[in-house]
């Protein structure tokens, strides 16, 4: 696995405290994972991480000895704090938090429990901290939704070697396998791309159930004549690249090829809408309109994407505008599907999947299959 050089993780600590001067925090306390190893290159199952303007103080238990030896080798920044036998993660904290009494020291108020945050706040109140901690949100996330051009090329590596799985696979789904064994294949495969792990469970759903969007893959056969939803991702040096085909086993029947032509232009008009300043809800309402043009507005029963990342869900989402939440313009270097889909209850449904640079004059594929059939 390929950890992002020293100089790029320099940069985005120096994103981060410009973030965290823009909101008056001297510190940031990290509990998200994805968070951490996006600014450390430390990727762990626990661990904590407080930035402040002159500390990068990354904290690992003894299971991850030798990767957090490697890090500060790597990167002689890093302030590592290994966890003492029989302390937690957070009295750690509240120990690594002391020199810091009297500054405004921010926590991540989406990803830490309400009883780590009662625990946090009692243990430093009786140190004799008088300010609050400052609950904020999406920072670290914030940052994460522009890549940079280290994590550019891992997503452009993924989506190719995602892209020649998808072109050995599609021929392979024929009338009679069933959908689980077409998706243990899809996974061997990503293992044999290179690929460190699926990025999710194998989505196969054939028949009816291709007429559910989070249908997994069982151990119905699949029969002759029916569209097949296969999505699937792969997640290379800890990216995460998401593509989706609707594919038919046998002979294709009008109505069917009818619907994935459909929504394949449905994709093309949000791809066109993609651009750097553009409502995400702009773009979700191009592919929208244009299924609604064919009187399929009510099939489409999703979001037409979502970014990609470090996390298989991330920042921006590419959905219709909601009043508890107002996503800001795309910018160069988002990474975001683009997957419309049509599904109608006990027939099937389709979808199509592709993953896409957001640049300032428009957008770049990622992914390259062919998408009709
Ligand atoms: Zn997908
Ligand atoms: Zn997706």
């Known amino acids: ?33 994805p968070n951490l190893a996006y600014l ?17 103080g990354l904290i690992a238990d003894s299971r991850y000895a030798e990767p957090l030896a490697d890090r500060v080798r790597d990167w002689p920044a890093i302030r590592p704090t290994m966890l003492e036998p029989g302390v937690s993660f957070d009295t750690t904290i509240v120990s690594a938090l002391e020199p810091l009494a009297g500054c405004r020291v921010g926590f991540e108020a989406q990803q830490l429990t309400v009883a780590r ?24 996330e914030g940052l994460r939704a522009r890549k940079d051009e280290w994590e550019v090329e891992r997503l452009r590596d993924g989506a190719a070697r995602l892209s020649s799985v998808a072109k050995c696979i599609l021929p392979k789904v024929l009338a009679g396998r069933t959908e689980a064994d077409v998706a243990a294949e899809i996974e061997a495969s990503l293992r044999r791309a290179g690929f460190e792990r699926a990025a999710f469970d194998t989505i196969v759903a054939s028949g009816p159930n291709a007429a559910l969007p989070h249908a997994r893959a069982g151990e119905r056969p699949i029969g002759e004549g029916e569209l097949v939803v296969i999505d699937f991702g792969g997640v290379l040096d800890g990216y995460c690249t998401d593509l989706t085909r609707t594919v038919v086993a046998g002979r294709v029947g009008t109505r069917e090829r009818e619907v994935i032509e459909r929504v394949a232009e449905a994709q093309q008009a949000a791809f066109l809408a993609v651009r750097a300043g553009v409502a995400p809800e702009a773009v979700d309402g191009a592919a929208r309109e244009r299924l609604a043009g064919y009187g399929l507005a009510d099939a489409f029963t999703h979001s037409t994407g979502h970014g990609l990342g470090l996390e298989i869900h991330e920042a921006p989402r590419v959905t219709r505008a909601r009043p508890d939440h107002i996503e800001p313009p795309l910018a160069a270097g988002n990474v975001v599907t683009l997957e419309p889909g049509a599904y109608f209850p006990g027939w099937g449904g389709v979808r199509i999947e592709d993953d896409v640079l957001v640049t300032e004059e428009g957008a770049e594929w990622l992914t390259d299959v062919p998408r009709t059939l």
């Open 40 to 56: 450390t290159g430390f990727f762990a199952s626990a661990g904590a991480l407080i930035v402040s303007t002159d500390l990068i």
């Open 1 to 33: 696995m390929r950890i992002a050089p020293p100089d790029v993780l320099a940069r985005r600590i120096a994103r981060l405290r410009q973030a965290m001067a823009n909101q008056s925090l001297d510190a940031l306390i990290v509990t998200s994972l």
């Open 117 to 140: 945050h009662t625990y946090l706040t009692h243990e430093l109140a009786k140190r004799g901290w008088t300010d609050e901690l400052q609950a904020t949100a999406g920072v670290v």
